[in-house]
């Protein structure tokens, strides 16, 4: 069972409200001025009822109402400002921590979020604590904590002023409001439980309508319509069952809520009569003795409802903690050693090993290998043998287990990631492209690239022809992941986005495979072009695609099985050979011959 959320967690974020020392100050002026008029009240409710009506005094009431209308507009103007100021600080406060949070995402390592055993690290889990944990935030911050302190305040207050007016009949209050409330709060615990669960029923709701209609091809390409149509409509009944429970229970709080303060009511002006009628406690002071005891029973069952709204404060606090508190593993060193001018591009790993955690077996294996700058290199080999993983650790994705890896004989853990990422240019079997404009998504690869960079990079990528022909040219919205756009041609964007980059090391991650044969051949010449004069790694299954490489390494279970040229590997590697037979036949071509 997950431990209880302490409330404490919470005062680590006091200090993001620091800066806003001044609004906060004021905040609290004008919580203090609103609770004084609400007191005020009673006092003037008792002079109406005492010097106004029961003195037949018209000069005496009119006096005291005008009295009542200054304190009301006192009260009106400090609780708008309070309003606003808290409900700013709490704002800010979410806003400060959404973007606290999600710059320092930034610097955690890809693995960070696609490891499959922390499923709580899944972007998904992310996104729902960027935006729903902030929120309860920003409702105690902004609003339940201000109550409180309100409510406090006004306790207190109301508390004082009764044992003033009639202490033996503040302890009959004070005894009784623990006792109305206690009923109220069990049925209360038990609503707000109920409305959790049934709020987790309308998000499967939402989850499955989601899923169901994100893939209605497949829905409907295998006709599981009716059974989709069963199984949301049991989601849906439960969904209503779990409402109905929560009404009824509701219900009962509503009627015991009232049958307990009106019964609680009745017994104070009960006793209260009783005192008026042996002259011991005038009409006014019984009148402002109840509202008192209506403010003190009000502030003792919004407290207890903010204690809730805190305890759920804390979880979400606790969350957004752990995400500010993980520390990347891959840290850029003090003191980075700057990179050569101009860099080489020469590529070293000198027994590297690594393994993913949770998994027995390495995903390289005490590799060495020598990568000559500007050399075509080819990874071919099974899958699970090493060649992603091994662009990955040269993108300080991940670091070692043991050996190292250098760029023009830099060890990489030597240089500031951000530094080295800047000469290494990736392109992946299924590239990323993001919400915005064509131009917006090339300028990933150089922010302030002009005009006619962006023209010349697409140009070179194959890509110019189909973008000069959408609707608004560069400028055209892609819309989420480029949906409105072939595989084909989110890889030529992908590859002109490298180019624009100018990188000396080229990273190729399977950049044709999911490709129709039209669409590789243009792919291809764009690669072609792209690699010219850079040092160059390619993964390719597609043999036909890397025959002509300066070199292929054929690796499996993270070693390097063999090292060579096309038609030296037929030879040298029964692995190889395997594999060129499988997509070529047993007439396998030689290097720079096409397959027939």
């Known amino acids: 069972m997950p431990s209880r959320p302490d409330p404490r967690t919470l005062l680590r974020l006091l200090a993001l409200l620091r800066p806003y020392r001044v609004r906060l100050a004021l905040a609290a002026l004008t919580l203090l001025l609103a609770s004084a008029s609400v007191l005020l009240l009673g006092q003037g409710l008792r002079l109406v009822i005492d010097q106004g009506f029961m003195a037949s005094d018209s000069a005496s009431l009119n006096h005291a109402l005008v009295m009542m209308l200054a304190v009301v507009t006192v009260l009106a103007a400090a609780s708008a400002l309070r309003y606003y100021l808290v409900t700013w600080i709490g704002e800010r406060l979410a806003a400060d921590l959404r973007r606290q949070v999600f710059d320092h995402l930034l610097t955690l390592e890809p693995s960070f979020f696609e490891s499959a055993i922390r499923s709580d690290h899944s972007a998904g889990e992310i996104t729902s604590r960027l935006t729903a944990d902030t929120s309860v ?31 033996w009949l503040s302890a009959l209050v004070l005894l009784g409001i623990p ?10 615990r038990r609503v707000r439980r109920l409305s959790r669960s049934s709020q987790d029923r309308v998000a499967e709701l939402g989850r499955y309508a989601g899923e169901a209609l994100g893939g ?20 849906v009944e439960d969904a209503f069952d779990t409402a109905v429970v929560r009404t009824r229970q509701r219900a009962w709080l509503t009627a015991i809520a009232m049958l307990a303060v009106f019964a609680a009511v009745g017994i104070m002006l009960w006793q209260g009569g009783q005192a008026v009628l042996a002259g011991t406690l ?12 209506v403010l003190a029973a009000g502030a003792v069952a919004t407290l207890a409802e903010v204690a809730g709204d805190v305890q759920r404060a804390a979880g979400a606090a606790e969350r957004l903690l752990e995400l500010l508190d993980t520390q990347p593993s891959i840290q850029p060193p003090a003191s980075p050693t700057p990179l050569p001018t101009p860099l080489r591009g020469e ?6 090993s690594f393994r993913y955690p949770g998994r027995k077996a390495p995903a390289l294996d005490d590799l060495t290998l020598t990568i000559a700058a500007g050399e075509r290199i080819a990874l071919v080999g099974p899958s699970g043998a090493g060649k992603s993983t091994l662009l990955a650790m040269l993108l300080r994705f991940h670091a070692p287990d043991s050996g190292y890896l250098t760029l023009d004989g830099i060890d990489l853990a030597r240089l500031d990631p ?5 000469q290494l240019g990736l392109v992946s079997q299924e590239p990323v492209l993001f919400s915005g ?9 150089q922010a302030d690239a002009s005009h006619a960079a962006l023209r010349e ?20 919205p892609l819309g989420p992941g480029g949906i409105q756009l072939s595989g084909g041609q989110r890889q030529r964007l992908a590859i002109a986005r490298a180019l624009l980059k100018n990188p000396r090391v080229l990273l190729l991650d399977e950049a044709t495979s999911a490709l129709d044969a039209e669409s590789e051949r243009l792919v291809q010449q764009a690669l072609d072009a792209l690699m010219v004069g850079r040092t160059s790694l390619v993964i390719a299954h597609r043999l036909a695609t890397v025959v002509s490489a300066d070199r292929l390494l054929v690796m499996d279970n993270g070693r390097l099985l063999a090292a060579g040229r096309h038609h030296e590997l037929l030879t040298s590697s029964p692995l190889y050979r395997q594999l060129a037979e499988l997509q070529f036949g047993r007439a396998t071509p030689t290097a720079g011959q096409a397959p027939g």
């Open 137 to 167: 935030l920003q409702s105690l911050f902004g609003s339940s904590v201000s109550m409180a302190l309100r409510n406090a305040v006004m306790l207190v207050g109301a508390v004082a002023l009764m044992l003033i007016t009639q202490p």
């Open 179 to 188: 006792a109305t409330l206690l009923p109220i709060l069990w049925f209360g």
């Open 216 to 235: 209605i091809r497949t829905v409907q390409a295998f006709n599981h319509q009716v059974t989709d149509r069963q199984a949301y409509g049991e989601r």
């Open 282 to 293: 005038s009409p006014g002071e019984l009148s402002a003795f109840v509202f008192y005891a």
């Open 347 to 352: 590529i070293g790993l000198h027994a590297v």
């Open 418 to 422: 951000q530094s080295l990422r800047s």
């Open 437 to 445: 404009s064509v131009a917006d998504n090339l300028r990933y690869g």
């Open 457 to 476: 990079a697409a140009s070179d990528a194959n890509a110019l022809a189909f973008i000069e022909a959408l609707p608004q040219g560069f400028d055209t």
